[in-house]
């Protein structure tokens, strides 16, 4: 029983860790996007201006939330030096469908790029690709 108490606090203690890590490489950030959407049958759209959430460790956007998908925590790592500015993140949420998104894309200093692919029943259904900037705090 003490086994599995101390297994359970130090599991705590490096989940706290990790996420007050990802915090320091990247805390909260709103981008504004413009958004591209490539239907299951190969049409394309441009979708209206978004904004792409990354806080408390989790992300987000408009089209994502209205397309039923869950906010959900995101994992980062830094390319190259510690000091890059290079940051790749990943993300996967799924709706009520059982439909999947799955996020990866690169920050660039103050510029953000990536894709969302949607998958249905183990197939690719969609993409949302996306590109902009951090949003200037007021």
Do not use: C
Request: proline content about 4%.
């Amino acid at each position: 029983m003490k086994k599995h108490i101390l297994y359970s606090v130090v599991f705590a203690f490096l989940l706290g860790m990790n996420v007050v890590a990802q915090e320091i490489i990247l805390p909260d950030q709103v981008f504004t996007i413009m958004v591209t959407e490539k239907n299951a049958n190969g049409s394309i759209q441009n979708m209206p201006p978004d904004e792409l959430v990354l806080k408390a460790n989790k992300i987000n956007t408009k089209f994502s939330i209205k397309n039923g998908f869950a906010v959900v925590p995101y994992g980062v790592t830094q390319q190259g030096a510690p000091n890059s500015h290079l940051l790749d993140f990943t993300a996967e949420s799924s709706n009520s469908n059982k439909d999947i998104l799955k996020w990866t894309g690169t920050i660039n200093g103050n510029s953000v790029s990536g894709k969302a692919q949607r998958i249905r029943n183990g197939k690719p259904a969609g993409e949302y690709t996306f590109s902009g900037t951090r949003k200037k705090k007021k």
